[in-house]
């Protein structure tokens, strides 16, 4: 999976793709996997790196949804809970069970929420991740060390699931590419195009190492953009009213102390009436989220001021050793696609149900959902656009598809186990260069050999790629990424033949997006 070889078959492609998709996060992707392994002909294309937006910014929870329980969304919980299961036997190198605490102050916290997570525990029939059970202050304190004592009564404990985020979209990207997808990163579209009948039929896309343009036709067109996809939608008919309210959520990142032990925090109800998760992710405490309805998507969306009071204030209320400001190790934003309601207000309360549009051109639309759920919307999009298609019809494989580094015992990789099966060869690239098996920064896992591996196997092209997406090293300690953004920067140039132009060019670009993740 190189991209040289991706860019040569998407320019050089004579004839139809049964399907373009436009976007490269979670939706798309899992699109892109559903479509090749039922043998549909597919080109992605993604404007920035695979992952550059909302999927690798997530909570990194792999989960029913605790909070839709509560405003009655039976079914949607039930869907993720299914969903949830199914991740976890096609990705068991990726996603884990983890122990949740609510902790409880009050007399009734604990019988209320204990009833409702029996239900939660209820509604994932046989894909059940474990028992929830109420616990006494003293056990709620043997967990969560770090809890807040002062009028602290016991708990209830509960089990979700764990993933990276980023790290499982990689493993698709390969995933869809082993079935003879074609996956581009760095070639937005820019245009779409028709045919006699005024019917969409294809791109019009940018090479961004080039510059040059290439055009590809299509039978259908997916646009799978999440917070842009309206302006992929304008595209095609200018008028078109928004489909989506933008929604962010910011997470900050502290370093281990603050929450010790393997077991997280949730807390049903903060202040604004939301869901907050303290959780131990990498070895780092990762606290968030926030609901802050934005006017108009980025695609580097920046921490404000306001959601990190938020968090830190929340925190204090939860933690005995409360996060201060200067404790961010690092602080990073998302964009939540959610559909619009029609009447605007509070996001917090939009479907975060997954929607499919087809525009009067034939544009097919999927917004919304969840990163749980992108196998479910991947499966339901491409039942639709093969219909509108008029395709064979094929049937969907991808319940029981093994996801690229699958292995039921990863944790044996040590450090490498988010690589599942593709962790000895990593190792081999250490035995075969000693010079890249030690960690590039101190403070952090990540060697050497995991930069030369994104770049050889993953499409890995920029400093950014492999500090914030193959690595998770921007966004477990921004300060760290940018000490080691010379060395990846050095290891990514040795492999792509750049100067040392290119390599200080891209020290400097990293730089100045990474200095958004430290709030001053
Ligand atoms: C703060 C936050 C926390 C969340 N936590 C969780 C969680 O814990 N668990 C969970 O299940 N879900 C979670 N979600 C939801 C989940 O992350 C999203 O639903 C999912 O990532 C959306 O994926 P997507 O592919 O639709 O969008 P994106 O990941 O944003 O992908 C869209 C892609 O389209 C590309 N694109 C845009 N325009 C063009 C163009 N013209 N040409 C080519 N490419 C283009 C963009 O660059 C982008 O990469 C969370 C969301 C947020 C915001």
Redesign the pocket.
């Known amino acids: 999976m190189t991209r040289p070889d991706m860019l040569q078959r998407a320019r050089s492609s004579r004839g139809q793709w049964d399907f373009i998709v ?7 992707v899992g699109i892109a996997v559903d479509a090749a392994s039922r043998g549909y002909r597919t080109l992605l ?4 790196d695979f ?5 690798s ?7 029913g949804g605790v909070r839709y329980l509560e405003q009655g969304n039976i079914s949607l919980v039930m869907e993720a809970l299914k969903e949830r299961g199914l991740l976890r036997q096609n990705a068991p190198h990726l996603v884990s069970d983890l122990a949740f605490v609510v902790p409880s102050y009050a007399w009734w916290e604990a019988p209320f929420y204990g009833l409702g997570l029996k239900l939660y525990q209820a509604l994932s029939g046989k894909y059940g991740f474990g028992n929830s059970k109420l616990l006494s202050r003293k056990q709620t304190l043997q967990h969560l060390p770090n809890i807040e004592t002062d009028g602290l009564r016991g708990g209830v404990m509960y089990y979700d699931g764990q993933f990276d ?1 980023s790290r499982l979209l990689i493993n698709l990207v390969t995933t869809a590419a082993a079935h003879g997808a074609t996956l581009l990163n760095y ?4 245009a779409l195009t028709r045919n006699r009948q005024g019917w969409i039929d294809g791109v019009v ?1 940018t090479d961004l190492e080039s510059g040059k343009q290439f055009r590809a036709r299509t039978k259908v067109l997916i646009n ?5 996809c309206d ?2 939608r304008r595209f095609a008919e200018p008028k078109a009213a928004p489909m989506i309210a933008p929604s ?4 900050l990142v502290f370093d281990r102390s603050f929450l010790p032990g393997d077991t997280a925090i949730m807390v049903p109800h903060t202040s604004d009436g939301r869901v907050m998760f303290a959780i131990p992710w990498h070895n780092h405490t990762l606290v ?2 926030t609901d802050t309805p934005i006017a108009n998507p980025s ?1 580097e969306p920046v921490a404000m001021e306001r959601e990190i009071d938020f968090i830190l204030s929340t925190a204090a209320l939860y933690l005995h050793k409360k996060p201060a400001r200067a404790d961010i190790l690092s602080a990073f ?5 959610l559909v619009k309601s029609g009447d605007g207000g509070n996001t917090a309360a939009l479907s975060r149900d997954h929607t499919i549009h087809i525009d009067q051109s034939g544009l097919l639309t999927i ?7 992108y196998r479910n919307m991947a499966e339901d999009c491409v039942n639709q656009a093969a219909t509108l298609a008029q395709l064979d019809e094929k049937p969907c494989v991808t319940r029981d598809l093994p996801i690229h580094g699958h292995h039921p015992k990863a944790a044996r990789f040590g450090t490498l186990s988010v690589y599942g099966s593709d962790a000895p060869a990593i190792q081999r690239l250490i035995e075969a260069d000693r010079s890249q098996a030690a960690p590039l920064h101190p403070a952090l896992p990540y060697c050497g050999a995991e930069i030369t591996w994104a770049v050889r196997e993953e499409m890995a092209r920029t400093v950014e790629d492999v500090l914030a997406r193959r690595t998770r090293a921007l966004f477990l300690n921004a300060r760290a990424a940018i000490e080691m953004a010379p060395s990846a920067a050095g290891l990514i140039a040795r492999e792509l033949g750049k100067d040392a132009a290119w390599e200080r060019d891209q020290v400097e670009a990293f730089t100045r997006i990474a200095m958004n993740y430290l709030p001053q």
Request: proline share 4%; net charge positive.
């Open positions: 436009i976007g490269g996060g979670a939706t798309g294309l993604e404007q920035g992952g550059k937006g909302t999927s910014r997530s909570t990194k929870l792999v989960h985020d070639a937005p579209v820019t896309a799978a953009t999440g917070a842009f302006g992929v962010q959520g910011a997470h968030g989220t695609l934003a998302g964009i939540r696609p917004a919304g959902g969840k990163w749980t759920t």
